[in-house]
């Protein structure tokens, strides 16, 4: 059972756009970042959004993060079959003291 | 270039104990924590542990404190998970992943992730 909450599933056609929510509290997103990983069934995690807006190298502008309060988004415009994937939130929480996971939202294209 | 390769799959037995390897290359390592997540069959990612592999550092999720060991042997850049006494409900699979801190960020992430290592506990 995570302390973070993210819907199961969205999904939406091809070049529409989708928002994953992650829900937290003030032990885990409203006093820490936002990170968020796109994964592939039989690949490793892949590194999408840091410091809860920020894309590493190589990460489309499609892709966007923000944060509010305890809750964090990311975006994903121009949707593609290739955007087909589990995507989770992480952060920290201060009261586990550890690295904290969303249970993941999987995105489906129509 | 930065990767992490992990060991091959394994088939355990109840009871028996096993140790699954990450390998980091590039340029990096011991300035480094090396995390591990499990992937239990049909569900999310879950933080494990991890460990600094500058000095051992090691800190675990109380889901896992006592039921895992984490390691590292630095000489060969090399961080370890292991079991004592392997239960069905291991099965699963492991990814170990280096963690970073921006330079202007407080939260760590992980940004490099090993291809993963699928354990199962079998009968």
């Known amino acids: 059972q995570s302390v973070l909450t993210q819907p199961p599933s969205v999904s939406a056609a091809p070049g529409q756009k989708v928002t994953i929510s992650c829900s937290g509290s003030s032990s885990n997103i409203g006093n820490n970042d936002v990170s968020w990983y796109q994964h592939l069934p039989g690949t490793a995690p892949k590194l999408l959004i840091y410091?809860?807006?920020k894309r590493p190298s190589g990460i489309p502008d499609r892709f966007s993060g923000s944060k509010s309060g305890t809750s964090a988004t990311l975006g994903i415009t121009g949707l593609q079959t290739g955007d087909e994937a589990d995507y989770y939130c992480?952060?920290?929480?201060?009261?586990?003291?550890?690295?904290?996971f969303g249970p993941g939202t999987k995105v489906t294209v129509l | 270039e930065v990767q992490l390769v992990q060991s091959g799959a394994e088939v355990k037995k109840p009871g028996e104990s096993l140790k699954i390897s990450c390998e980091g290359y590039?340029?990096?390592?011991?300035?480094?924590?090396i995390a591990w997540v499990r992937q239990m069959p049909g569900k999310g990612l879950e933080w494990m542990g991890i460990?600094?592999?500058?000095?051992?550092?090691?800190r675990y999720s109380p889901s896992f404190q006592g039921r895992v060991t984490i390691s590292v042997d630095q000489s060969i850049r090399t961080a370890y998970l292991q079991w004592s006494s392997l239960k069905a409900s291991d099965t699963a699979i492991y990814y170990c992943?280096?963690?970073?801190?921006?330079?202007?960020?407080?939260?760590?992430?992980?940004?490099?992730w090993g291809q993963g290592t699928l354990v199962t506990v079998s009968s």
């Open positions: 460990i600094y592999a500058g000095d051992s550092d090691t």
């Open positions: 590039g340029p990096f390592f011991t300035s480094n924590w």
């Open positions: 992943a280096r963690q970073e801190t921006s330079i202007t960020g407080t939260t760590p992430y992980f940004d490099h």
């Open positions: 410091d809860n807006k």
């Open positions: 992480g952060t920290r929480d201060t009261i586990l003291r550890t690295g904290v």
